[in-house]
């Protein structure tokens, strides 16, 4: 019996790990929007053995190309200094998670790392005190807020609920006509656009050839029409889109339309439409940030 049950706290102890649990590794944060930082710890830390909460630090430190600081060298900018609380179990593992929401900063751009470090004591028998630390990191990527991005970059473009969805090519078939959805970012050449001129390009990378955003003819325009890419032509009104930076809208300047998430759903697949432009509706938000 006790062997039995002493294989089952070292499997116990093999599941339960301190670790950042959102974002994902490589998630590209927009400047201004919210994140949630999801800090996993083994379940009952403080409850076991004499343990107690001292203090956890979140932090983000810009990464040189280097590489990224340890997070014991540098905890970066603090987002959060506190004590660790448990919000809940992760379904039926041994960890607890807390998830933090906060502000993407807007003083950092490109590769960054979240740096989390994590303070316990330990009471031992004859008034001993053993301090513990433990530390956790996870890389991200800061990216530029506006449907617009640095000159000539190739951008991910994404809806503002959600940057971790990314405009893309159904499918990634390269064809007049393709859908063009919201799928979560999966760094493909189908998910990376560029602005030329005021036509919005996607580049198949096995031909060169230029695909661009397309609205379908002009006299069938109507709120929920669906968009598609079609090999580029320069001065068609289907193809000709103004980036709103102002409103974060990707305009027809020929018509009252702009570029829609379709009922605002973010299930991959769903493939985007114009509607009527309206302002504040967050359905014709958009972020850009350089692949
Ligand atoms: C966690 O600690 C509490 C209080 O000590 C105890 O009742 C509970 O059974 C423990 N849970 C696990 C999974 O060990
Ligand atoms: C905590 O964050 C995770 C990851 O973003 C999310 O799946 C979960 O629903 C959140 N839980 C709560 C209670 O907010
Ligand atoms: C990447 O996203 C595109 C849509 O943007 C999708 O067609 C493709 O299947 C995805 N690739 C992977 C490997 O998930
Ligand atoms: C796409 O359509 C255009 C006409 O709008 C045509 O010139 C072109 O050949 C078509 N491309 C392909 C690959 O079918």
Redesign the pocket.
Known sequence: MKFLFLLASLFAAAQAQFSIGAPKAGTTLVPGQNVVIQVIEPINTSAEAGEEEVSLVIGIVPCPASGCPAPSANLGEILFIGQYKSQGQIGNTLNTFENFTFVVPSDISGSASIQVQHAILTTLPGDVSQPGVEYASLPVNIGTSGPTGPSGATLNIHPTSNAAK?V?????VYANGTAV?V?DC?N?A??SWQWNGDSLVSVNPVDQSQWCLDAGVETSWADGVLMKIWKCFSNLPQQTWTPVTTSGTIKLPSGNFCLDLTNGVLTNGNVLQIWTCTSGDANQVWTATST
């Open positions: 990314c893309g090519i159904k499918g990634g959805d799928f999966n493909s189908t998910q």
